[in-house]
């Protein structure tokens, strides 16, 4: 569940049906073509096709030219070694030393999880890192290990307005909890804390849809529904989701040795993302079976309020994106069009054929 108010769209019309095997084969080719070793190149393909189940796109196989153009210029370094500069029992710094995202991310969560497991809670912060993606995917690696993960991230320049003001003050930082259930959906809040991602107005441009009224402004400061024209977003629930942002950069800019949004200027290819990781290892806590009592009661009783619109139930937040990735691990990924026009694009780089 995000923070906006819309849902992304689908249009079957506009859409063409990709099978998962050889999206992985593809992305990890693209990947390893660029210097990437093998085992890092399936950890970054697999984060961006978790990103594509639970209907992400965005921050899924789409944004994969991106990080390919970045290796290519010179801003993100394929072979990266990630550096441990300091650590405890219960925390850890990272560098990431210009490496993906998603793999230096990946191996931070891995960390929080095992200092969790150890001593209750980890926490791992990340510096001189890259664009991780969507924050969910790791919060769900925390759930499978039957823990409680949080996670937030320091995209780049600020793009957010402060509330009260129509300049950019704090960028569209992600923000994830997760925590495990013992059937069916875990609950997964993920949000952008603007009031949208900037990758869902790419979205809807995509489908030839409109920006909604009250997201976001042009580069006088003038509300607009132009996504060609959007400078800056408007911050979720105003004060709320500006408040989120900041906390979202103390945690990232500021607790790495890094620097806050407002001081980044350009893309953020070039100045790079900070990442904060936190770990709760349940049983360390309160038993298991408390817990998992606690949380499937909770739940059942939320299902059954009465809902606002009679044909939609009332759901958790999570339970969509879980519902998505089911069909989508049995029937493949629906993309629009022009994603999988781009794919098939990047297959030729590779000489990869792609079945769609």
Known sequence: MSSDHFALPQDRSQEVLI???????LLVKLFVRMGMFQVEAE?????????????????????????????????????????????????????G????????ATRAMELAIKKASEVGTGTVTVRNSHHFGAAAVYV???????????CTTNTGRATVAAHGSTQGATANNAIAWGAPAREGAPFVLDMACAKTSWGKLDTLAMYGLPVPPGYALDSEGNETTDSSAVKTLLP?????????????????????????????????????SEHFFYVIDIKQFVEEDKFHEAMSSAT?????LNPVNKNERVLLPGEQEWEQTQQS???????????????????ERVKFDVPW
């Open 329 to 347: 691990l049995q029937e493949g990924l629906y993309v629009h069009r022009d994603h999988a026009g781009l794919l098939k694009e990047l297959a």
């Open 236 to 272: 979720a629930a105003g004060p709320r989701g500006y408040g989120l942002a900041m906390v979202s950069s103390i945690l990232t800019g500021a607790l790495t040795g890094g620097r806050l949004p407002i001081h980044k200027k350009r893309a953020p290819e070039l100045e790079g």
């Open 140 to 150: 769900l690696m925390a759930v499978e290990a039957g823990m409680i993960g949080y």
């Open 43 to 95: 950890i970054a393909a697999d984060r961006l096709i978790e990103a594509d189940l639970r209907g992400i796109h965005s921050h899924g196989s789409r944004a994969a030219e991106r990080y390919l153009d970045a290796m290519d210029m010179g801003d993100i370094d394929p072979r990266a070694q990630i550096l441990t500069v300091t650590e405890t029992p219960a925390i850890a710094v990272l560098d």
């Open 300 to 304: 059942e009783a939320i299902h059954q």
């Open 19 to 25: 099978p998962l095997e050889p999206l992985k084969e």
């Open 97 to 104: 030393s210009k490496a993906m995202g998603h793999v230096a």
